[in-house]
């Protein structure tokens, strides 16, 4: 990697972890520089704060070995990432270099990072629907073309596996995948998945894995959601960006501010938690005239405490939530604001009937089996609740049942036919004559 001849800037005031603080004027807050440290490889470093001209840069590679001489050329931009459609089907680390082997793509356009957020004039009102065939999201809580949605979940649930189910049986033109803080395992796993799915063509990939700079972490999300909006903007496209998980993002955050000595708020968090992920989630967009930016992002709460800052401060921004525990979606914790404006409209006539029916079927069989625990004695109707419930989390509420929607309406229909006469289920009778299994 050549860099043009720029001006070396010598006067270093502090190495405080991997924070490099020196003077220099006429620079930029999120600007790129290079820091050459004697014989040493020269390492990229960002500009994270400036104070008049002391400028605050954090180094990729670490404070470790930094010399009081060091010297540092700022490059004139901010991150970049490279767009073409020759990067559907690889695979870049957080920096945006391709770390999969393929050839390299230094003649391709190069686009800066980050910027504002999209004009809302140029916002269209959503009226698509993203089908997934999940039955848990498609029949239950819709997710919605331009929809900024996120799955809460703890450690230790299979949210990484609903995440690439998604990416694999998503209804859109482009899935753009960023990774935060990934371990080995979590790595090759998404990787070899969505090979082996043959989804790859149609897949770009950003990986921050754990072993890399934690300033990674932090441009990872701007890489994978610019490559997004140039994909709809420029060719149209309906794009779903996946990410997991931003508690390691905003973790990253939190570390970055305390090298930086910035008074932390709330649970060691910086103060400007809030609009650090609204940035980020607001590119999700149905821009006029041309494609789309779908979010669904994995949020892991520590303890599974959903007042912990980043889900609390992500509830505020988003349109909803998944809410993954015991290896299922649960139908009561998860929500989708936007589903009305695609349920009965763009989806059959029936949708939400069988979506209210059933969910207040399984709220009684959840009652029923309260009563059971409690060795109360059970009734007729408590005892066709419980075989409905066990129906429910057979079909629908397993994350690897793969059904498309209108099968799934069907599929409702049945499993109701099963437990109930069709004057128990209380809907409306039109569409009993027509859904309603006949014997």
Known sequence: MTFPELLSHTQVVSIVGDILKIKADAVGLGELAMVENGDSIPSLAQVTEIDRDDVSLQVFAGGKGLRSDARVRFLGHSAQVTFSDEILGRVFNGVGEPVDGGPN?????????????????????????????????????????????????????????????????????????????????????????????????????????????????????????????????????????????MTAYADALKEIGVAMERIPSNRGYMGDLYSQLASRYERACDYKGAGSVTLLAVTTMPGNDVTHPVPDNTGYITEGQFYLHDGMIDPFGSLSRLKQQVIGKVTREDHSTVMNTMIRLYSGARQAEQKQQMAFELSAMDEKLLKFGDLFKERFMRIDVAVALNDALDLGWQTMAECFEPEELLVRENLLKRYFPKQ
């Open 105 to 245: 793509l230094n003649g391709h356009r190069k686009i800066n990072i980050g910027g504002p957020s999209v004009n809302p004039v140029m916002r269209v009102v959503p009226t698509k629907m993203i089908e997934t065939k999940v039955p848990m999201i498609d029949v239950f809580n819709c997710l919605v073309e331009s929809q900024k949605i996120p799955i809460f979940s703890i450690a230790g649930e299979p949210y990484n596996e609903l995440l690439a189910r998604i990416a694999i049986q998503a209804d859109a033109d482009v899935v753009v995948f960023c990774g935060l803080g990934l371990i080995f395992d979590e790595f090759y796993f998404f990787r070899d998945t969505f090979e082996n799915e043959g989804v790859f063509p149609r897949t770009v990939m950003f990986a921050n894995r754990a072993s890399d700079p934690i300033v990674e972490r932090l441009l990872a999300p701007d890489m994978a959601l610019k490559t997004a909006e140039r994909f709809a903007v420029e060719q149209n496209k309906r794009v779903l960006v996946l990410m997991t998980d």
